[in-house]
Structures are given as C-alpha cells and as structure tokens.
C-alpha cells in the first residue's frame, strides 16, 4: 500500500442499496478524468471500494495525482469556479455536477492528503464553464511527438512546455505523407483549438492538426544561448 492514496466521493443521506450501478459507473469514468486527464492507457491501475457511512466510494491510485486532484479541489473551493482548471478536469466536475442535480444527490469530493481539502456539490452549487471565455483559436505548439498512429481515430500525442501532453487529432493520410519520421523527435504543430481566454488552458478534447511546422532545435537552442550571452553583458 506504500505510496498509494485515495480520492473519496461521499453522497450524503443515501442507502448503499439505493445506489443503482449505471449512476456509479457514470460517477466512476469523471474521477478517471480527474485523475487521468491524458494517457489514459498508461496510466496506473485504479482500484474502488465501497464503505457504510451513506455510500463512500473510495478511489485509490499511486498518490501523484491524488496530490494534483487535491490541489485542484483548493484551488475550485478558492475561485468558486472550475474556468481556470485543465479542460478535461473541468468537464469532469462539471459532469459531476449535472449528475448531482439529475438525481438530487449532496456529495462531498476530499482525498487522503492530510488536512485534504473538501468540495461539496449540490443542487444548489454551480460548477459550470462559463460558455463566452472559450474560443476558436489557431496557434503553433513545439514539442516532442512521443506518439502517432491509431487505427480508427489517428492523432499524434505531443509533450510541451506549456501545455503539458497533447492529443491533436488528424487523419491517416497527413501522417504517411510525412517525409521524415517525427516519432520521438522535437517538432511544430499549427492546429485548430478551443482556449480559454482567460487562463490560456485549451480544450484538450478538441485539437486538430492543421499542418507540421518546420522546427530546427539546434537552431532554436543557438538562438536561446546567444540571447544569455547578450543579457550577461548587461551585469
């Protein structure tokens, strides 16, 4: 059990027995995507429980994202707003939300971090993306392709600086018309995205290649220490 931690979902004033199964699985995937908002296949196994005391729903996992859920609860109770959250994140509690209200259910959301922080959701509370602070956007990213193919659905899956790791959907023909292999290598992507104008975060579930970009990183890094070389001068 060492290294391991849990996420705890309680739903106030209800029998384990009155507790149908499709509203746990329904319950179940938007904690998957609190936990796991990317790289879901590999992730780490996630195990349930069920405990008395109303009905309990204990979710363990390796106590990384435990801790990123954990602080994502803070920082929610803090803003009284889910805007400023990964995307994915925010649509899970949002999610969350409109299944509390469906079913008139009063849950509390805590961890096992020692002095973790609580968030209750209701009927009466409102944790939903504000509509008007998304927007198209078209933008350049850089990073390192650590993933590209798929049978049905082709993407590519890119690790930023910025953003973190990408899924950008694109078809089968855009990746094998590729004269270089891209695969583990840095690379620039110009895509078409939803972002939050805001906080900057984009709509990870809607990413669309619109092209590669030229991206020399030895050129980008020369470019870097010049720029230290100029600014050391000043001192």
């Known amino acids: 059990m060492d ?3 849990y996420i705890e979902v309680k739903l106030q004033d209800i029998n384990p027995n009155e507790f149908d199964i499709s509203n746990l699985i329904d319950l179940l995937k ?3 995507n609190l936990l796991y908002p990317t790289d879901k296949k590999k992730r780490p196994i996630i195990s349930y429980e069920v405990k008395e005391g109303s009905v309990r729903n204990i979710i363990k996992t390796i106590m990384g994202p435990i801790l990123a859920v954990n602080a994502i609860l803070s920082q929610v109770n803090e803003n009284k707003s889910i805007d400023f959250i990964d995307s994915t994140q925010a649509k899970a509690i949002e999610n969350i939300q409109e299944w509390t209200i469906k079913n008139n259910y009063n849950l509390v959301i805590k961890t096992s971090v020692k002095n973790t922080s ?3 959701i209701n009927r009466s509370t409102k944790y939903f993306r504000s509509e008007n ?5 078209d933008l350049f990213l850089y990073g390192k392709i650590i993933s590209m193919g798929g049978k049905t659905n082709p993407n590519l899956h890119i690790l930023t600086d910025d953003y973190g790791t990408l899924i950008v959907q694109t078809t089968e023909e855009v990746l094998a018309n590729q004269s270089n292999n891209k695969l583990y290598k840095y690379a620039g992507v110009h895509v078409h995205a939803k972002q939050n104008i805001k906080s900057g975060q984009l709509d ?3 990413i669309k290649l619109l092209d590669f970009v030229d ?3 030895s050129a980008d890094d020369e470019y870097l220490e010049n720029l ?3 600014a050391s001068k000043s001192y």
């Open 204 to 206: 990870k579930n809607e």
């Open 215 to 217: 991206y020399e990183q």
């Open 133 to 137: 602070i998304w927007i198209d956007s």
């Open 3 to 5: 290294g391991l931690g």
């Open 30 to 32: 938007n904690v998957e």
């Open 228 to 230: 230290i070389k100029e």
């Open 118 to 120: 609580e968030l209750e």
